[in-house]
Nanobody, 121 residues
């Protein structure tokens, strides 16, 4: 059983900052990639940021240098520092963990319940 516990969401004014955290627990063989996706009402889920076991990072185009992803491997925790937040950043943010299955290149995907980020004045 795998559980991803997210925290750090909330209400913030435009231009403000939030730091999201996601701690993974349970039976996970090896974490290949950890990251964050978000989904706003009426929109598809989109990648915000991800970091691999090799410390390669990938950011959504909309971030434009405002967000930074990092991880603590010892704690199986990933963080997302969000600065200069905009109203369009308002969404439900989901933690994601990808883990090798042992079957070729197939990965198991795990998702958190989501933490709400609301950017509004």
């Amino acid at each position: 059983q795998v559980q991803l516990v997210e925290s750090g969401g909330g209400l913030v004014q435009p231009g403000g900052s939030l730091r999201l955290s996601c701690a993974a627990s349970g039976t996970i063989a090896n974490i290949y990639r950890m990251g964050w996706y978000r989904q706003a009402p009426g929109k598809q889920r989109e990648l915000v940021a991800a970091v691999t076991s090799g410390d390669s990072t990938n950011y959504g185009e909309f971030v434009k240098g405002r967000f930074t992803i990092s991880r603590d491997n010892a704690k199986n925790t990933v963080y997302l520092q969000m600065n200069s937040l905009k109203p369009e950043d308002t969404a439900l943010y989901y933690c994601n963990v990808d883990s090798p299955t042992g079957w070729g290149t197939l990965l198991s995907r795990y998702w958190g319940q989501g933490t709400q980020v609301t950017v509004s004045s």
